[in-house]
């Protein structure tokens, strides 16, 4: 059973810089496809970032220059600096897993909340 437990969320001010944090129990993390997404009150979930396995990125438009999304394959554990804080960067940001071979991300965890006030 793969888990995923999200850390390093809390409350801060406009401009600030906060470090979200991943770790994934299982044996495969190397292998999997990792992302980030968040979901404001009232709004969807919305894609964040997605981390290849071989090193390659993507960032969503909305967040491109201030988040980047990095892994730590030692340490099973996957990162989102956010730097440049938005109030409208506020939501609850959850990461997620999946494997290469399939397009629906299969394991998620519980989702760390994120307060940026202006």
């Known amino acids: 059973q793969v888990q995923l437990v999200e850390s390093g969320g809390g409350s801060v001010q406009a401009g600030d810089s906060l470090r979200l944090s991943c770790e994934v129990s299982?044996?495969?993390?190397?292998?999997?496809?990792m992302g980030w997404f968040r979901q404001a009150p009232g709004k969807e979930r919305e894609f964040v970032a997605t981390?290849?396995?071989?090193?390659?990125?993507h960032t969503a438009d909305s967040v491109k220059g201030r988040f980047t999304i990095s892994r730590d394959n030692a340490k099973n554990t996957v990162y989102l600096q956010m730097n440049s804080l938005k109030p409208e960067d506020t939501a609850v940001y959850y990461c997620?897993?999946?494997?290469?071979?399939?397009?629906?991300?299969?394991?998620w965890g519980q989702g760390t909340q994120v307060t940026v006030s202006s």
């Open positions: 981390s290849w396995s071989g090193g390659s990125t």
């Open positions: 997620a897993a999946r494997s290469l071979s399939v397009v629906t991300w299969s394991f």
């Open positions: 299982g044996r495969s993390f190397s292998s999997y496809v």
